[in-house]
Every structure is written in C-alpha cells, then in structure tokens.
C-alpha cells in the first residue's frame, strides 16, 4: 500500500484546512485509514481514523468537534477537515493504514501543517 498525502500549509487561528491521502496498492486489505501528527519535539499523537468499511470515525480527544474525517472509497482516499485550527495544531500530519490487526503498517511521506497566532 503506498499512501500519498497532501493539502498542507499555513494558516491563520480559525481557520480551515483540508488534508487528503489518496491510497493505492492493495487497498482492498485495509481495515481502516487515520491520520497521526507529529510537533517539534513531541511524541506522536493520534488524530483521527476510519473504518474503511463501515465508514465510523473516531478521534483524538484534542481534535474532537473540530476536525472531521471521511474517506472515498471510490478514489481510495482519506480526507481530514480541519476547522478552527489553533497554534497547537502545528505539526506534520501523516496518513497511515490500519490492517485488520489494528496495526498501523503503512505511513505516508507526512504534509507540514503551520497554524499562526
């Protein structure tokens, strides 16, 4: 599975952005996809997943009511819809894909995301 992430930038405090991972490959394998970040400095933190499937979503309790999560299946992508984004959110965002151990096997390259003040 090769994952391809894109949509990063900067931003200002409230605003929006939206994130895609587009997935090729063995797809049909995944179990679900998710999104996880990564802060100067700090460890990695999950964001948000997908079930491929059923399409249920779950989030990260520092993301909750402000970012969304959604997926294609048509065009095998993930999407994450980032609203009132805040400094805090500044980090690479990575995509990853979940087999049907609950492992994150797979990671995209990770897309910059920068959220000024």
């Known amino acids: 599975v090769q994952l391809q992430a894109s949509g990063g930038g900067l931003v200002q405090a409230g605003g929006s952005l939206r994130l895609s991972c587009a997935a090729s490959?063995?797809?049909?394998?995944?179990?679900?996809m998710g999104w996880f970040r990564q802060a100067p400095g700090k460890e990695r933190e999950y964001v948000a997943s997908i079930r491929w499937s059923s399409g249920r979503s779950y989030y990260g309790d520092s993301v909750k009511g402000r970012f969304t999560i959604s997926r294609d299946n048509a065009k095998n992508t993930v999407y994450l819809q980032m609203n009132s984004l805040k400094p805090e959110d500044t980090a690479v965002y990575y995509c990853a894909a979940q087999n049907t151990n609950g492992q994150w096997d797979y990671w995209g390259q990770g897309t910059q995301v920068t959220v000024s003040s």
């Open positions: 490959g063995r797809t049909f394998s995944r179990y679900g």
